[in-house]
């Protein structure tokens, strides 16, 4: 559920941004202010973690044929996670606040600007491992019906991380069952 929420809150961030709502020139090439860093990259640090996470539970949930394709989700997950996590905590706390006061010089390599920055190439590099994690994950779900939905989430990230939520829940309330009716 938190990876949804982060995903979701990301995306509202995202299409305040664009417009510039945030305070930047807008459109996906201008360089963020510092509202519009906090607004886009709180979320998504947390996403990394919540994604992790999901990673995790997706493998516990595997069928042990399937735990190879969920080991490599979690594997590519971490290196997902740690890559973000760096990135977007530097600008978190030490750009945005130098951003704010007008205090650039000498960190123009650590701003963050789409399409032409160190950290943004470092940002593409964990996404590209997030979609590569998703793809192994994908591989888990053999199912009908919600599993199966939940396989297209490379694209649809939100509305695939509550599928993946209702799956777990189901998994839990079926376990709960099972328990009692054994015990």
Known sequence: MFATVFSIAYNFGQLAEWPGWLGSRGG??????????????????????SFLLVAVSIHELASPDRKIWSHAAVVFTTAYTVLISINYFVQLTWVTRRLA???????????????????YAFDILGYSFMSVATLFAAMVFTGKGVQRVAALWAVTFPGSTWCVAVVFRRA?????RSTASSG
Request: proline share 11%.
């Open 28 to 49: 996906p090439e201008s360089a963020s202010t510092p509202l519009g860093l906090v607004v886009l990259l709180t979320p998504s640090l947390f996403l990394g973690s």
């Open 101 to 119: 006061a007008g205090r650039t010089p000498g960190i123009e390599q650590f701003l963050f600007v789409p399409f032409d920055s160190f950290l």
């Open 172 to 176: 839990a309330t079926t376990a709960t």
